[in-house]
């Protein structure tokens, strides 16, 4: 036998080892609840869902109804309009003479739009993507993850997690019935000025995660919410270690167009022997600054993408017709000066760079660290040495960055996200320190971030 058949021998063992285990476990939760004649017990949450805890975004744009805070870096999104041709399109689409442009279109994405995604990403990718099978149009990034992840991860699979992470990632995993591996991006230095760069794996606790369970890997670059742009050589030995171990790579490149000079995106789908096993995500919401139009897509190899339609189809099926014309013709249209620093996928960086440093000045100001992002439009920042001017003494929440966004939110005005929200249960400490700021946001408002900083330091004074 050689060692690949061995390899797959021994995974079919350890899966059916699992079926058998799942199956006396669900017979033993069967005979229990039968046991019992509480409806609670029948109608509970199933236990792939975990606990039903409230998801952080739940949670704060709950707070931010209720606080009101003066200035809400929390949740990312831009708080001023998008490239007024992207609005216009929507608009005129929705009083079109053709009524079908208001109707269902084909489920795996509205034809003109398909199209030129894979105008968009062939260049970018190296590769003659097919738009009809390589390409599907999803409810936002978040049902192209969910359709990777359920379409490709089976129980007992393991997937590998990068923390800090996109929160629904695990959740995903294990509603698969997978089980997630984590490793966390760690800063080299906690002291001085630190850039998103200055986080990294350690490369031999990231090769000691693979094995012949591994599954898949899950990528975020650039990274939210540290705003690293992994480097090629980083890339590199991520595509090693799938190739070695016959793993996907899923791919969440929300933040494509938000790499800050001199850093630069690289999709490791366009690395030599990557395309064929990675699933790239992007996004609408983030390319064109519409977060509610709720609109993205998965690409790669036609293969690989239709576990991805199976999960569509029977899910939500066909996305949005009016608001997919939209996007296509706002593709249309920046495809059309992709070469022109106008372009909007270029221009975005230009126009959030000096956002950053403004926000990263307040910050440091007020007594915060904050690593400075390469990419993205979110700034992680250390807090540790405001502890002594907040008590937190009454906050209930477990975690020290939850206690302190609300406290900080009541106190200043100014609200946040707490990361630990985006490490798993074992390693939250590692987030505890940090708290995430955004700065998509009218220059206004993160104005007023920093005089409202400085106003809750200067009392804090007293
Ligand atoms: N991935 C990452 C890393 C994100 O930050 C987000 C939030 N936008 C998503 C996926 C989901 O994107 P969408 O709003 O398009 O569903
Ligand atoms: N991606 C955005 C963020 O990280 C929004 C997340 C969400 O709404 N679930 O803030």
Sequence with gaps: MNLNKLGQSLCTAARSQCGVELKHLNQAFKNTSRASSKMDDKFKLPARYGA???SVWVE????????KPKVNLGQGFPDYHAPHH????????ALSENPLLNQYTRGFGLPRLVQSLTKLYSPLVGQKIDPMNEILVTYGA???????????????DEVIVIEPFFDCYDFMIKAAGGEPRFIALAPKKTEGTITSADWVLDERELTSLFNERTKMIILNTPHNPIGKVFTKQELQLISDLCKKHNVLCLSDEVYEWMAYEPAQHIRIASLPGMWERTITVGSAG???SVTGWKTGWAYGPAALMKNLQVVHQNCVY???TPVQEAIARSMEYELARR?????YFKALARELMPKRDMLVDALKENGFNPTIPESGYFIVADWSKLATKIDLSQEPDKYKDYKFTKKFAKECGVLAIPPTAFYSAEHKHLGED???FCFIKKDENLSLAGQLMSQWNIKKRK
Excluded: N
């Design 52 to 54: 039903g805890e409230k």
């Design 60 to 67: 704060y744009i709950q707070l931010a109804a209720e606080y």
């Design 86 to 93: 992207v609005l216009k399109a929507l608009s005129e689409i």
């Design 142 to 156: 978040y049902e192209a993850l969910y359709a990777a992840i359920l379409g490709h991860v089976d129980e007992c």
């Design 286 to 288: 983030k390319a064109f």
């Design 318 to 320: 066909t996305c949005c």
């Design 339 to 343: 070469d022109s620093p106008e372009c």
């Design 434 to 436: 940090y708290v995430r």
